[in-house]
């Protein structure tokens, strides 16, 4: 099943971009406007995070966003068959603060949130880092799938670590010097165990988990975020947030992370994955003692 599956995509994936995204138009079009693909889910975090636009406004954010959305899947299928030169035409990064750090032989923490292309910047990373990229990531149910994914994902040397048993897969990393990129937006598996505080003047639950990790490495945490410039075109941009996580309060790093995501967001809002639960817990006064933001609930 796995050799049919990557036969199949590899030869749609030879196919000019030009030609993907036409594909991209019609799988938008038939997911979206004729199948309603998470439409509640998508409108429901719009209405919630931009209550002060329109309802043309949300719906002008979601259109676009239907497009980001299959086009993310289009060109990770064009991943499968073009080289590494391919990356420097598309994807553009200041890597001079992870050059630093390397340079120092330090370890340290990335974190970045759900905006395309996701697949596309791993790979640019992975090909121009002088450190190792070790990046946690939810396997897929599919095993065919996951198993394609998992072998695009590792190209250049993509260190993955499943999410689902972090602990074991990060022992071999432990004393070696490494970036962890973490993907921080995930929606917690426990809202009792989680970070509070306001997304979008809403209380959201947040995996406090990469706050955790980076205190007990002392480790510098490194923001990161992607801005579409063109249709196949990404910028990302980069920021060091502290040099050593444990000298900031409980709770400072994730209020920093959400300012950073949220103006990232508001800046180009179609490029954020709003076809996930996002908003899914509601806020309960027993999570009083995990509420870490300044402003009060």
């Known amino acids: 099943m796995y ?43 719009l209405a919630i995070a931009f209550p ?7 719906k002008t954010i979601a259109r676009k966003f239907h497009r980001n959305f299959t086009d993310s899947f289009i060109e990770t299928i064009k991943c499968l068959s073009v080289s590494k030169r391919f990356y420097d035409r598309h994807c553009k990064t ?12 330090i370890s340290c923490q990335m974190h970045a949130c759900h905006q395309f292309n996701w697949e596309w ?20 149910s599919s ?38 990129a973490l993907v921080a937006d995930q929606k917690p598996a426990s809202p009792g165990a989680s970070y509070w505080l306001y997304f979008f003047n809403t209380p959201t639950a947040f995996v406090s988990g990469p706050e955790k990790n980076a205190i007990l490495k002392k480790c510098p945490v490194v923001f990161g975020r992607a801005f579409k410039t063109g249709r196949g075109k990404y910028e990302t941009s980069l920021t060091l947030v502290c040099k050593d996580a444990s000298l900031l309060k409980r709770g400072e790093l994730t209020l920093l992370y959400r300012d950073y995501i949220e103006d990232a967001i508001r800046r180009q809002p ?3 994955l709003w076809s996930h639960k996002r908003f899914k817990y509601e806020w309960d006064e027993e999570y009083k003692d995990q509420w870490i933001d300044t402003k009060p609930i």
Request: charged content about 25%; hydrophobic content about 50%; glycine content about 4%.
């Open 143 to 180: 095993k065919p799938v996951d198993r394609l994914f998992y072998k695009l994902r590792e190209k250049y040397g993509t260190v993955l670590m499943p999410a689902t048993n972090i602990k074991r897969a990060f022992v071999a990393w432990a004393k070696k010097t490494h970036c962890l």
């Open 52 to 58: 002060e636009k329109t309802i043309a406004e949300r």
């Open 121 to 140: 910047i791993n790979l640019y990373w992975s090909i121009h880092m002088k450190q190792p990229l070790a990046v946690v990531y939810m396997p897929i």
């Open 94 to 105: 200041d890597f001079s603060i992870f050059d630093e750090l390397a340079k120092e032989n």
């Open 3 to 45: 050799y049919l599956v990557y036969g199949l995509l590899f030869l749609l994936s030879l196919l000019p971009l030009r030609a993907l995204y036409l594909v991209s138009d019609l799988v938008s079009f038939l997911l979206f406007r004729v199948f309603g693909y998470r439409r509640k889910v998508i409108e429901g975090n």
């Open 270 to 272: 179609d490029m954020y």
